[in-house]
């Protein structure tokens, strides 16, 4: 059995209190944001793909069926980001049905785009569960400490593991076509 890795510092249980605070006040559609993982990300002070990779940990928790503290917190923070999403769209259907019903067509144009846009982004949490492509050049480093390092960082950690993994490949050509030589 497998440990469950603990949630990063900035999934936190205020962020999940906020997430959940927002779709309980969420009455009105205007108030709702436009691009529910983005105002997750910006709320956590992160970037969408990392909403994106702990939703993914989330979701293999909850499927795992696992059970304690650790695996509370990630199953907390995936209900509230997937209620934030449902109410979200619900709200943004409900005012398309409104502007429909008044004609206004810009208006209507605009909300549809809306919708097109949280569609996907639903279609990209339906796919976290299926993303299991990890890179394998950083698969040794620890989830906690990727968390922690900004979208470059990782770029030139991707870029530094690839380059020694070339010159490693350089040096055992090198050394088989020498040896090959010599025989």
Known sequence: MSRTAHPPPRLT???????????????DPRDAPA??????????GVKR?????????????RRSGVTGPIASKWCRFADAVDALISKTANATCEKVGQ??????????????????????HEAELDAVDLDVNADESVAHIPQEVMDRLTDEQIHALTK?????????ALVEEILTSAADLVT
């Open 49 to 61: 793909l990392t909403i994106r990779r702990w939703m993914r940990e989330a979701s293999a928790v």
């Open 35 to 44: 691009s529910p993982l983005d105002w997750v990300a910006c709320l956590a």
């Open 160 to 168: 530094a593991q690839e380059t020694l993994a070339a010159t490693n």
């Open 99 to 120: 502007i429909a019903h008044s004609g206004d067509k810009k208006a209507l144009d605009a909300l549809l785009a809306l919708i097109k846009r949280q569609d996907r």
């Open 13 to 27: 249980r205020a962020l999940c209190e906020a997430i959940e605070t927002k779709t309980e006040e969420l009455e």
